[in-house]
């Protein structure tokens, strides 16, 4: 009988599988951190909440593995990771199985994983300090607040008005204090191996913020472009190698999957105030500009105010020296990408800015346009500064979409002059900037006569303005006879003219009517 219990137990040991050891990189030795803007946002801001793009993030690590079968978990990584994407290089034998672990330790974490479980309330009475524990069940949460059931009955946690707090009995196996891919490795014997760990990750984007200033003469600019990176998640990634892509490459959409759970707690209570609670409400004082440098002598109550007159000749410190340009972008297919020159650290739910371009003495025309829609009165006509994305004109490279923010010096001030949007730009196009309304310079369409066939219009153009401006009109109509003195820009034509200070134009033309 003992021969045969030892003979059982030796087949069932060889049977169950020994458990796998468990080995965790908490963090990465180097990262690369690729960004690619939201598909969907043309323009805007960028979603601070959870943004709409991705990333394609390379993790450079080094783990120690045992012999045989292995778990390993790659604390660390990116909160919106996607799963399918990861490929991990290095490994000996490759990897059997990969997981997601997107339960996350924080006090949400924790009310999400003790639901319908039970937990230790405890409390402490204001007046006297005495402290009373009770068992509870977590009946609901963490989302919109915290239910517990007790021997009393059902009620919301934080509202009963006394300090409390949930004690668990330990920390669940499944929570990770920080976001964690794990995988399932085999190796032949134990090794030390340098692995790469490349994925996808949701929560990113990046936009290109332009700051143009008009030089005196109204007729160049220096153009400089900022590129703000954002990271939605609770990752960071310090000294990060980290590049953009511009263009919109053709991904295909995916289901949106759950966040990781974790973050605080919100507790939501009933309110409970009456008009006695607060017998009288007392404004806070609203903080003016910051006073004048004072300084009180020593053993004197007289507080004297001091300045301080600029000497001529006086010799100034030299301003730091501006950062080193940043490289020409580089072909990904017929996208564009554009590398940061330095290491960079891409920190949590935070937005980052670093220079993208600098171009001064860039050649801009200044003209005044519009789009005839109608018969209409006289209306504004809108600023626009146009540039030639050339060499020649002083630019002549790729220039990612995004806002430009146009500045002018009037005297010793630097004041803002408008904003406008723009599209991807590649070199040989024309950008504009559509800044203001000029109240002016205006545009006045009206019909003169019409029949079945056609429709006369009139359009009158008027400056205001002490000196000669440039306007263009865009005409969407089709004119007959075809003016042969006119640029065809799209289904339209495009009437150019010079108006004299204090003076106006008119033009007249008929619009052939569709049968």
């Avoid at 239910?147 to 668990?168: D, N, V």
């Avoid at 006695?276 to 004082?285: A, M, Q, R, V």
């Avoid at 949590?348 to 220079?355: G, I, L, R, S, T």
């Avoid at 070199?427 to 109240?439: F, H, M, N, T």
Wanted: hydrophobic letters at 40%.
């Amino acid at each position: 009988m003992p021969r045969i219990l030892v003979l059982l137990l030796a087949l069932w040991a060889l049977a169950v599988p020994a458990q796998a050891e468990t080995i965790v990189s908490p963090r990465a030795a180097s990262v690369s951190v690729t960004v690619y803007r939201a598909p969907f946002r043309a323009k805007g801001p960028i979603d601070r909440d959870w943004p709409g793009g991705y990333a394609l993030i390379t993790e450079s690590r080094t783990v120690d593995l045992p012999q045989g079968e292995s778990v390993l978990r790659f604390e660390g990584v990116a909160e919106g990771l996607m799963p399918e994407t990861a490929i991990l290089s290095g490994m000996p034998r490759g990897v059997r199985e990969k997981n997601r672990d997107a339960r996350l330790l924080s006090p949400a974490g924790l009310v999400d994983a003790y639901l319908k479980r039970s937990v230790t309330l405890r409390r402490t009475d204001r007046k006297t300090g005495k402290v009373t524990q009770q068992d509870a069940i977590i009946s609901a949460g963490p989302t919109g607040g915290v239910i517990l059931k007790t021997a009393q009955g059902y009620e919301a946690l934080g509202c009963s008005g006394l300090p409390e707090r949930m004690l668990y009995p330990q920390k669940p196996a499944d929570l990770s204090p920080r976001p964690t891919l794990s995988v399932i490795a085999t190796s032949d014997r134990p090794t030390r191996a340098t692995l790469q760990l490349t994925y996808l990750a949701e929560g990113f984007d990046w936009a290109a913020n332009y700051v143009a200033d008009m030089g005196d003469d109204g007729r160049t600019l220096d153009l400089m472009a900022w590129l703000t990176v954002a990271n939605g998640g609770v990752t960071g990634f310090p000294d990060a190698q980290l590049s953009v892509i511009a263009g919109q490459p053709n991904k295909q959409a995916r289901r949106a999957q759950p966040r990781p759970t974790g973050g605080p707690l919100r507790l939501t209570c009933w309110p409970t105030d009456v008009t006695s609670t607060h017998p009288k409400w007392i404004l806070s004082p609203t903080e003016g500009p910051p006073p004048p440098l004072m300084y009180v002598a020593a053993e004197a109550e007289d507080i004297v105010v001091t300045s301080m007159r600029r000497a001529e000749g006086v010799v100034m410190a030299a301003p730091a020296p501006p950062p080193p340009p940043p490289p020409p972008p580089e072909d990904v297919g017929d996208l564009k990408l554009y590398r940061v020159p330095m290491a960079v650290d891409v920190a949590p739910n935070a937005q980052k800015q670093v220079a993208l371009l600098r171009q001064p003495g860039v050649k801009v025309e200044r003209l005044y346009a519009a789009t005839v829609y109608g018969d209409a009165g006289s209306q504004s006509m809108t600023l626009r500064l146009r540039v030639q994305n050339r060499k020649d004109d002083g630019l002549g490279l790729p220039m990612p979409s995004g806002r430009v923010a146009v500045f002018e010096q009037v005297q010793d001030m630097r004041l803002l002059a408008g904003e406008a949007d723009i599209g991807d730009k590649a070199e040989g196009e024309r950008v504009d900037y559509d800044i203001a309304s000029s109240a002016d310079v205006r545009i006045a369409a009206r019909v003169s006569a019409q029949s079945r066939k056609s429709r006369n219009w009139a359009i009158t153009l008027t400056n205001a303005r002490p000196f000669a401006v440039t306007a263009e009109v865009t005409i969407p109509h089709d004119i007959a006879p075809r003016p042969a003195d006119m640029e065809r820009r799209g289904n339209g034509w495009i009437w150019r003219t010079r108006i004299p200070a204090n003076d106006k134009r008119t033009w007249s033309y008929t619009e052939r009517l569709a049968r």
